[in-house]
């Protein structure tokens, strides 16, 4: 079967990178599949091109997959990027192909799941009580959407906590954070007509920020909401901040979306911390997804 690879214009630019695309028809024009490839260019990323591949299954193993990564791949090297990601849930046909294709599992990231829906008094309870226990020295605060400008330069440090984050062998790089953009991160947020809820640990010694929690919820308060990132700042930690500011963040989501249905947050397979944390939540593991990574 003729297959025909279209390249795409694709307008979303952003300060941290940008896509191209590309579409997959067949000689009667329709389509088949389509490639994304995200170019990063922040500091710190610049090797690296994230892939997102689709082929509709009626139309799989008929090399329409195999053309569109060819198309992504030249482009990603005309670029200059050395490492190409690219996910794909567990035993899928997704897993399969890019088994297949020359990319090797770097990562396993494991999905959960809190029902806020189902929640019990014992559980709600329990939750509330770990978000009243002292922690000595420091307080919990929140906002919703762009972090406020008083607290704007030592937020964008805090993001420093996620330097060292479990990445196995995914050479992912470290992001440069600064005030700029944590606040183009929550723009995008917005624009989507998606909520932003951060929950931080400040350090009453200075007013400094300890760690932060993030999640984001869809726009009608309905459905699931969707944990973006936990990280301590290595100096604090040992603390229990992060459990803290996690059940904070569960009992903002009730009070502010009662007809949310669920809280989703994946981790790495082997950051054992966070997964007990988790566990200790009340979260249900749900399916886990594989990072694969092609070295260009």
Known sequence: MPIRITALTDPDRTSSGHRLAWLAGGDDGGPLGSAFLRVFTREGQEHLAELELNVHPAERRRRVGSRLLEAAVAAAREAGRRSVIAQADADTP???FLAASGFR????????????????????????AIVERPHPGYRLAAWRGTVPEELAETFAHSRRAMDDMPMDDTDYGVVAWDVERVRAAAKAVADRGELLTTVVAVDVSDGSIAGFSELVVPGDGKGEGQHYGTGVLPA???????RWMKAES?????????????LVTDTAESNTHMRRI???????????????????
């Open 236 to 242: 604090h930690r040992g603390h229990g901040l992060g």
């Open 105 to 128: 599992r770097v990562l396993t990231l494991t999905y959960a799941r809190l029902p806020l829906d189902e929640l019990e008094g014992g559980a709600v309870d329990e939750i509330n």
């Open 250 to 262: 569960i009992r903002l989501a009730r009070a502010d979306h009662p007809e949310l249905a669920g």
């Open 94 to 96: 997704g897993d399969h």
């Open 278 to 296: 988790n566990d200790a939540l009340g979260y249900v593991p749900t399916h886990q997804a594989l990072e694969y990574q092609l070295d260009l």
